[in-house]
């Protein structure tokens, strides 16, 4: 059964660091695009970034520069580091199988069940 488990959130000031992992387990992760989804308070969920299965890298505008995805595929692990974080970046981050699904069902992407970022002074 395939399973995503996310870690490394937390609350961090506006201007901080996290770097997010995701836990990949249950199909085969290096043949898969995988993306990191985030849903903000009370708001739907939104493609941030995705890698594909070489490496290569697509963020949306709202990260673009503060972002960097990465992956392992050698231990199935899927990471994001979000830098200069701001209040808007607060919301349940979700690691998910597929490409971007901005003009799409993001709700229909196998996903992990989130971890919390919360920015805050």
């Known amino acids: 059964e395939p399973q995503l488990v996310e870690s490394g959130g937390g609350l961090v000031q506006p201007g901080g660091s996290l770097r997010l992992s995701c836990k990949v387990s249950?199909?085969?992760?290096?043949?898969?695009?995988m993306s990191w989804l985030r849903q903000a308070p009370g708001k739907g969920l939104v493609w941030i970034s995705g890698?594909?299965?070489?490496?290569?890298?697509d963020y949306a505008d709202s990260v673009q520069g503060r972002a960097s995805i990465s992956r392992d595929n050698t231990k199935s692990m899927l990471y994001l580091e979000l830098n200069s974080l701001k209040t808007e970046d607060t919301g349940m981050y979700f690691c998910?199988?597929?490409?971007?699904?901005?003009?799409?069902?993001?709700?229909?992407?196998?996903r992990g069940q989130g971890t919390q970022v919360t920015v805050s002074s």
């Open positions: 890698i594909d299965q070489t490496g290569n890298a």
């Open positions: 249950g199909f085969t992760f290096r043949m898969h695009y």
């Open positions: 998910a199988q597929g490409n971007d699904c901005t003009y799409d069902d993001c709700n229909s992407m196998l």
